[in-house]
């Protein structure tokens, strides 16, 4: 049975309520907010009978629990998750792991020294577009790739902290599409990033609302990644549209139900000058598991009742957090950061 304190009342645990009271072997025995009001919201809007904190400092040795939900905003992750692992609890925290890489290091650490798990939630990974596209690259069906553009370019509202903190699109939203990118190549490391940001008199944002990013990654593979929660007009999906250019052809996915193929035909040695056309060839989803938050609270129980391995374990998901804040470092100094 998992005894679960629920960290973070605010807009998103809602989906990780409705998975967890879905189960049979969860039991809620304490939510915790600094704002009263939102964990007793949660409480009566699901039912719950179980004590409310204001810190989960003192909800440690007072309730049942071996496992915390922490979904508060990104500042406060560190603490949370460490003072979590250090009693003895095992974690599944909503993204980024933490605001810093040497935060999540100590709360890696912290994993280590006391055993117990620290799962993050990535939800993008379980969407059966990636996971299409992934088996393709995987099997090499055009050959192995050596470019991914991806373009996630929005015009995204939103009301609470984004709207104020630093970096707002590279530290809550970019760390979903790098991640992918890691998992689309068979979770590689990056090697180096360049990136600009940039926050144009329009944005709504106080940190830059937008930026352009260069990586390379181990094995060779170059990710060219346009963002943007600033445009006003010609949308993509919100999950970016991508792009993976292989030595025999390329494999796209737009961001919504569409994956393809794109075929390389026999080059032809004596015409001259001529621009290549592939051949389209549609690939039907693979849909096995659920999607999104469930898919990945899913993988993240089984992970902890089996003792199998999470792909979006701590130790793996610190490899997408310094892409992030490689980005942010390289466009501060305006120079390319070696990882
Ligand atoms: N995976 C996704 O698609 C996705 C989507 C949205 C948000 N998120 C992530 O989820 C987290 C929360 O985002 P949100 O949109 O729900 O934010 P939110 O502001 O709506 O809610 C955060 C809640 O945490 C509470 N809180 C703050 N400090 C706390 C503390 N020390 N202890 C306990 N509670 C505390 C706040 O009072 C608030 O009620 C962020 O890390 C965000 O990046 C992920």
């Known amino acids: 049975m998992f005894s679960v304190i629920v960290a973070g009342c605010g807009s998103i645990v809602n989906k ?23 964990a007793v919201a949660h409480k009566e809007r699901y039912g719950l009978n179980c004590p409310v904190f204001g810190n989960i400092s003192e909800a440690f040795g007072k309730v049942e629990a071996n496992l915390v939900f922490n979904t508060t905003p990104p500042a406060m992750h560190e603490e949370i998750i460490i003072s979590a692992l250090m009693n003895g609890l095992d ?3 909503e993204k980024p792991l933490a605001d ?44 192995k790739p050596f470019h991914i553009s991806v373009d996630m370019l929005l015009g995204a509202h939103f009301t609470g902290f984004r709207n104020e903190m630093e970096h707002p699109l590279l530290l809550d939203m970019s760390i979903h599409t ?65 792009t993976v250019s292989c030595g025999e052809g390329a494999a796209v996915w737009d961001g919504y139900r569409g994956v393809w193929l794109n075929e390389a035909q026999p080059v032809r040695p004596d015409a001259g000058y001529y621009e290549e056309e592939g051949l389209r060839r549609e690939i039907a989803l693979l849909r096995d598991g659920r999607e999104e938050h469930d898919g990945c609270l899913d993988a993240m129980f089984n992970a902890l009742k089996t003792g199998r391995a999470m792909q979006t374990d701590c130790h793996n998901n610190i490899h997408s957090l310094a892409m992030t804040r490689a980005c942010i470092k390289s466009s501060v100094t305006g120079e390319k950061v070696m990882l």
């Not at 309520?17 to 009001?37: G, M, S």
């Not at 055993?115 to 055009?142: D, P």
């Open 100 to 143: 810093s890489v040497e935060a999540a290091r100590d709360i890696i650490l912290a994993a280590d020294e006391t055993g117990r798990k620290c799962f993050v939630l990535q939800n993008r990974r379980y969407l059966y577009g990636i996971r299409t596209l992934r088996s393709l690259i995987e099997k090499e069906a055009v050959g």
């Open 178 to 242: 790098f991640d992918e990118a890691r998992y689309l190549l068979g979770d590689v490391t990056a090697v180096s990033a360049y990136c600009q940001e940039y926050n144009p008199p329009h944005s709504w944002y106080r940190g830059e609302g937008a930026a352009d990013a260069i990586f390379e990654m181990s094995g060779g593979t170059v990710i060219s990644f346009r963002g943007s929660w600033i445009g006003r007009a010609e949308n993509t999906s919100s999950h970016g549209r991508w």
């Open 91 to 93: 974690v599944f925290t």
């Open 16 to 38: 990780w309520f409705e998975n967890a009271l879905a189960r049979e072997d969860v039991k809620i025995t304490a939510v915790v907010d600094p704002i009263e009001k939102n």
